[in-house]
């Protein structure tokens, strides 16, 4: 409840200090940043998908203002995620995420809010897949030169469950 409480408040001041930028912005402006973030999006999923800690990293924020919330009640640092990221891969050599759905919500020229809905389907070393599905994602991303990088990473999703193998194909007769 307390990181539900904090997210909503940080959510809170980000909005309200973005908000007299975001009004200066036209449609046309808005749009190409949705356009934007909607292609920044496809190097940072395809890292993730790599499970490559130091490709990952650098579509983020090197920041004191960088959380990533999981889905479990983590709240990690740039440095605490950064440490962590080997540690997944160990456990977890790969994943597949698929996204249904994605919103860009412009709050200024240099930060957006991504939203997603989707799964993720992570490989244990053991070849045991557990699937998230659903999952929802809520990310700050700013601007820091010409590129968009993740300043606040929040997951929600069901438990992870172990995924039933699919049943052997029989020779019909």
Do not use: H
Request: aromatic residues 10%; charged residues 20%.
């Amino acid at each position: 409840m307390k990181l539900l409480a904090s997210s909503i408040l940080i959510l809170v001041f980000v909005l309200s200090g973005c908000a007299r930028q975001e009004a200066t912005l036209t449609e046309a402006q808005k749009t190409m940043i949705r356009q934007e973030v909607i292609q920044a999006m496809k190097p940072m999923w395809a890292a993730c998908e790599k499970m490559d800690p130091a490709i990952m990293t650098k579509y983020c924020l090197d920041s004191p203002e960088f959380a990533f919330a999981t889905s479990d009640g983590k709240v990690y640092s740039y440095a605490e995620f950064c440490k962590s990221w080997p540690e997944t891969v160990a456990r977890f050599p790969a994943q597949k995420i698929s996204i249904r759905s994605e919103n860009v919500i412009v709050l200024a020229p240099d930060a957006a809010l991504y939203c997603w809905q989707g799964g993720n389907d992570m490989t244990q070393k053991d070849g045991t897949v557990l699937r998230a599905d659903p999952t929802a994602g809520t990310y700050l991303l700013r601007k820091v030169g010409n590129a968009w990088k993740g300043a606040y990473f929040q997951e929600s999703s069901l438990p992870m469950a172990p995924v039933k193998p699919a049943e052997p194909a029989t020779a019909k007769k």
